[in-house]
């Protein structure tokens, strides 16, 4: 009896001994790739001994996956009703904390796209234009809405390639796969991707808000590098970033 307890208790040491070893893992949505790689460079520099990882996809995809015991500790979402239903369900040690809102953008690497029109979409020469898929990518969700009301979906249908986020979606442009793309300002302005094509901004009265916010997962209650860094989005540093990247931050 008293070998079991022993063993036991070793077990929930080791146990205890790995967790904090693990890294903090951020799920981000994909708009968030250049923004995010420089916010967290900044924050290492500060905190060497801290170690976070972070990975970038679908929103939507990440929000099922957290519901399903993915092992993230925050969680940066490209559509803020997501970690609104987390919270409701249960799955939030904090509040839903605003951070950004985004704007969507004509991109092309082969047309310069600043002399472009989401009308122009309609043109034969653009066979192939990439979005991200509207089923679980807000961006995806956004770039329907403008082209329904400027009356283009239907007609465009059949010449979309879907990315899976919005990253996925530059990607296909830039791979040749589609000649045009709706993707995300944040991605366009990265200097590897300005230097390749200009950009032209979708007017944000075709669609809604791509208002976005983040939370501590229930997983990282007790986290402090989460809560950290968590308060890091909102340091100068950070907003200047989110600023330089395009964003609309909270309260400007």
């Known amino acids: 009896m008293l070998f079991r307890g022993l063993l036991g208790l070793t077990l929930l040491v080791l146990m205890g001994t790995l967790q904090a070893q693990e890294p903090t893992r951020i799920a981000a949505a994909a708009d968030l790739r250049f923004a995010m790689d420089e916010i967290l460079e900044a924050y290492q520099e500060d905190h060497p001994d801290r170690s976070i990882e972070v990975i970038y996809g679908s929103s939507g995809r990440f929000r099922a996956q957290i519901e399903n015991g993915a092992p993230f500790d925050l969680y940066f979402s490209a559509d803020i009703e997501y970690p609104r239903m987390l919270e409701e369900r249960g799955f939030a040690a904090s509040e839903v904390i605003p951070y950004a809102i985004g704007r969507i ?11 472009l029109t989401l009308e122009d979409l309609s043109r034969p020469e653009f066979r192939r234009i990439a979005i991200a898929n509207p089923r679980h990518a807000p961006y995806g969700k956004r770039a329907e809405e403008a ?25 296909l442009v830039e791979s040749g796969a589609a000649q045009v793309g709706v ?4 991605l366009a302005l990265n200097p590897h991707v300005r230097d390749q094509g200009p950009y032209y901004l979708i ?50």
């Open 105 to 115: 953008v004509l991109w092309s690497n082969t047309v310069d796209a600043s002399e």
């Open 183 to 186: 993707v995300a300002l944040s």
């Open 203 to 252: 007017d944000d009265d075709l669609h809604n808000p791509l208002e976005q916010g983040f939370i501590i997962t229930r997983r990282a209650a007790d986290n402090e590098t989460a809560a950290d860094f968590a308060e890091y989005m909102n340091a100068p540093t950070s907003r200047a970033v989110m600023r330089a990247y395009g964003f609309i931050l909270p309260g400007e």
């Open 147 to 171: 082209l329904r009301a400027v009356g283009l979906w239907d007609e465009l249908v059949p010449r979309f390639v879907f990315g899976e986020n919005i990253a996925h979606a530059l990607q």
